[in-house]
């Protein structure tokens, strides 16, 4: 991938605690998105997925590794980020709930960003900024003066999808941003970031913890265990041949809608073993004590991560 927007190499995110121990939730992770593209990134709760998108913004300090962002390193010695490059990334959260000020009307929420980035014409009051931002995202202008409890789930997640589009952003970092809603919400909202990503060549880093979500969402596809990346692909090769133990255990199990996915899928394989807790996580790779493909070496040895095919890549001692 050539035109890339985002380069991510051997991130490291440590959280010591008081009794010496430390949590590494994410560990040595590296990971590639190109322009207008979306890279899903999936992983069970508690894999490190949000944990990348928070140092990502600047929240959380990078333990160590590098980012870069179209080609400039944004992570040095902390986040260090332009105006234009802090209005470029923006992130939408899971809980539009709990990440839109109630006490504010949409107008004001939308108006704060709009008023720092400086979007639009000039001669564009912005107050016509906030209706054009609004039939951006298919809401009614008369939303702008109600509040966020006025609204129903998917609604206040347009309107964060709106604030992030305030910005002009050419990244959106999207935080598991349907799971909070109702499946039938979930679609209109998928089916409105796909449009603006169309009609904007918007690049989504798309967090979630629901794989099968990504087959008709995601270009490329990463997989997270316990902090450490498994296996990342294009979207395609990544659902016709899965190859490491942990994707195809979750890809086992996902619904799927046509008898031609059903014939794609692994045959059903029984998660066993509990995740261990990531503050102990177990030598070797952090999977063998649920892998049913475990060797000696996996217990003494951690894999790396290598491509086996182009753009696919596999981090499992397994001879692939
Ligand atoms: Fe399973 Fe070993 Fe591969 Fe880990 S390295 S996924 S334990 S086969």
Do not use: W
């Amino acid at each position: 991938m050539d035109d890339k927007i985002l380069q991510i190499d051997n991130l490291k995110k440590y959280f010591p605690l008081r009794n010496g121990l430390v949590v590494k939730a994410v560990d040595d992770v590296s990971l590639r998105l190109g322009v207008g593209e979306t890279l899903g990134l999936v992983g069970e709760s508690g894999s490190g997925k949000s944990t990348i998108a928070y140092v990502l913004i600047g929240m959380y300090e990078a333990t160590s590794g590098k980012v870069f962002y179209k080609g400039e390193e944004i992570l040095r010695n902390g986040l260090r980020r332009t105006l234009k490059q802090k209005s470029e990334i923006q992130i939408v959260f899971q809980d539009p709930g709990s990440s839109l000020n109630p006490k504010r009307t949409i107008r004001q929420s939308l108006s704060v960003p709009l008023r720092i980035h400086s979007r639009g014409s000039s001669n564009q009051s912005l107050n016509e900024q906030v209706d054009s931002l609004l039939e951006e995202v298919e809401l009614p202008r008369d939303f702008a003066d109600k509040y966020p409890t006025a609204l129903g789930g998917g609604e206040r997640q347009l309107v964060s999808v709106a604030r992030a589009l305030a910005a002009n952003p050419s990244l959106i970092i999207l935080d598991e941003p349907t799971s909070a809603l109702d499946v039938s919400i979930q679609a209109k909202v998928i089916s409105k970031l796909i449009d603006l990503q169309r009609e904007k060549s918007l690049s989504y880093l798309f967090i979630t913890h629901d794989l099968s979500l990504m087959r008709n969402v995601a270009d490329r596809v990463a997989i997270l265990y316990l902090g450490r990346l498994c296996e990342q692909a294009p979207a395609a090769e990544f659902f016709e041949n899965p190859l490491h133990p942990y994707t195809k255990m979750l890809l086992s199990s996902i619904p799927v809608v046509t008898l031609e996915e059903e014939n794609m899928k692994p045959a059903k394989i029984r998660s066993s073993g509990e995740i261990p807790s990531p503050v102990n996580v177990p030598p070797g790779c952090a999977f063998h004590m649920r892998c049913r493909d475990k060797m000696p070496v996996c217990e003494l040895e951690r894999p790396v991560m290598r491509e086996v095919s182009r753009g696919h890549e596999v981090c499992c001692h397994l001879e692939i």
